[in-house]
């Protein structure tokens, strides 16, 4: 008879061992644990407006919102965690398997008045990539009901949308896909926005034509009347911040009319003041069939997304005996619910996508003059949503090797920005850049920071790696 050994309890531990715990108990997402074998994980402790604390007392600007996820900064804990108490004293849980709850319903109205058209059905779930994933199903359950077998979707390439196994087979990052082949089949992925190497005497409307020319190519090579969905950000994050040349958006939305493909906005990054409107599709002028968001809906102070789509994605599923063959256990979970939205009340209150839109122009000109220096190739984005992509060779546009890009980003970027109190991303999914997207509370001094920290170690970076 095998004995179970009860291990020691952790409840009373010391912040002075945390860092051990860390090393020996925390698997981290998507981050290389050899690199803790001997050093300490890094451990946020508190936070404030724009601003961390580590366990050692040391502040950084955060300069990545979390994970492009903390809209109204760190200092709503307490009215958010207010609302969360009232909604735990009142109901603490229950499903929307067949039930309704208040949170759950006022929430959905909420997202119903805030999305483009007639998108007035809102579907819960724990996160951006069940949003997705979600999206993927729904589009072929409502091609079924409509007597269509469509079941292929199409993406962008190195887009990211998500890690449960159908949001990641949507995914067009490699690095990301591979480890977990093979995946959901007949996906398709087309070419992204990424403008910057194109040839220098295209004009923005030639390269709209030639993507949208290769984006329906690849539906008459698929067969039109197999694929279900189109799945795009309106910025697309990986790749850097990529922003949709003129006439783009609207073209895939005809292409989509043309062929009866759903097409989905995913709005998980973009949305909720981001780029300076409450959702990317309202700066873009772009109407979906359906749009999933997440992060920006809580600013991170709980674990919500929704799937928001048209009202005649419902028809089909409001016959007799009719039903979406989908849910979850937490998807719409009433304190979460309850934090959602207090989290967009507090966005209306502060104005906070008003003031996006008013700073970003202060924003970007204060990033620009980063453009002079050697290793800076490109900026791009909107609102406060930014990349900077760093090169070998501005006049050519040469990028680094791949080895190279390893030592720039992970082995000398990294840690040295974290030294010099600034955390924002750097990204080799594609090639090598900086992701600046601070909370929407961010302000000149913000910028400024943002900028001259940047400055100081882009140039020690060329002067190590280029020079």
Same mark, same amino acid.
């Given at each position: 008879m095998a004995i179970s050994v009860r291990k020691p309890s952790s409840k009373a531990r010391s912040t002075g061992e945390l860092p051990e715990l860390a090393r020996k108990h925390l698997w981290l997402h998507f981050t290389r644990m050899g690199g803790y074998l001997d050093e300490d994980v890094p451990i946020i402790v508190r936070g404030d407006g724009c601003y961390l604390e580590d366990i050692n007392g040391k502040r950084f600007l955060d300069g990545l919102a979390g994970l492009f996820t903390v809209q109204v900064g760190y200092s709503f804990g307490e009215e958010i965690g207010q609302a969360a108490l009232e909604q735990m004293r009142e109901l603490p849980y229950y499903s929307n398997w067949s039930y309704a709850h208040p949170a759950a319903i006022r929430l959905a109205a909420e997202l119903a008045e805030l999305a483009p058209g007639d998108l007035n059905r809102v579907f819960f779930v724990s996160g951006g990539s069940e949003a997705v994933e979600t999206a993927w199903k729904l589009a072929r359950q409502f091609h079924l009901g409509n007597g269509q077998r469509r079941w292929k979707a199409i993406s962008r390439k190195l887009a990211y949308h998500g890690t449960t196994m159908g949001a990641l087979s949507i995914n067009g990052v490699p690095q990301l896909r591979q480890p977990f082949e093979p995946l959901v089949p007949e996906v398709i992925h087309i070419a992204n926005t990424n403008g910057y190497r194109r040839p220098a005497d295209e004009t923005e409307a030639e390269f709209t034509a030639f993507l949208l020319e290769e984006l329906e190519q690849e539906i008459i090579q698929a067969g039109p009347d197999t694929v279900a969905l189109v799945v795009l950000e309106p910025v697309q994050n990986s790749g850097g911040c990529l922003v949709p040349p003129a006439g783009y958006l609207e073209g895939v939305r005809a292409l989509c009319d043309d062929?009866?493909?759903?097409?989905?906005?995913?709005?998980?990054?973009?949305?909720?003041?981001?780029?300076?409107?409450?959702?990317?599709?309202?700066?873009?002028?772009?109407?979906?069939?359906?749009?999933?968001?997440?992060?920006?809906?809580?600013?991170?102070?709980?674990?919500?997304? %929704? =799937?928001?789509?048209?009202?005649? *994605?419902?028809?089909?599923? $409001?016959? #007799?005996?009719?039903?979406?063959?989908? /849910?979850?256990?937490?998807?719409?979970?009433?304190?979460?619910?309850?934090? %959602? =939205?207090?989290?967009?009340?507090? *966005?209306?209150?502060?104005? $906070?996508? #008003?003031?996006?839109?008013?700073?970003? /122009?202060?924003?970007?000109?204060?990033?620009?003059?980063?453009?002079?220096?050697?290793?800076?190739?490109?900026l791009r984005g909107e609102g406060f949503f930014y990349a900077l992509e760093l090169v070998r060779d501005k006049e050519t546009k040469q990028t680094f090797e791949p080895e190279e890009s390893e030592a720039l980003l992970r082995g000398f970027l990294t840690p040295r920005l974290y030294e010099a109190g600034l955390i924002c991303r750097t990204d080799d999914r594609g090639d090598p850049l900086v992701c600046i997207c601070p909370p929407l509370v961010a302000g000149q001094a913000e910028f400024d920071r943002i900028a001259g920290i940047l400055g100081d170690v882009f140039t020690e970076a060329w002067t190590r790696f280029c020079a």
């Open positions: 062929y009866g493909i759903l097409l989905c906005a995913d709005e998980v990054i973009c949305g909720f003041g981001r780029l300076g409107e409450w959702l990317g599709t309202d700066r873009h002028d772009m109407q979906p069939d359906m749009l999933t968001v997440a992060k920006g809906l809580s600013s991170g102070y709980g674990t919500i997304g %929704a =799937l928001i789509a048209s009202d005649r *994605l419902m028809e089909p599923f $409001l016959e #007799e005996g009719a039903m979406f063959s989908h /849910g979850s256990t937490f998807g719409g979970h009433p304190v979460q619910a309850a934090i %959602a =939205l207090k989290n967009i009340e507090i *966005l209306r209150r502060e104005r $906070l996508v #008003e003031h996006v839109r008013a700073t970003e /122009g202060a924003f970007r000109a204060t990033l620009a003059p980063l453009l002079d220096l050697p290793i800076v190739g490109d």
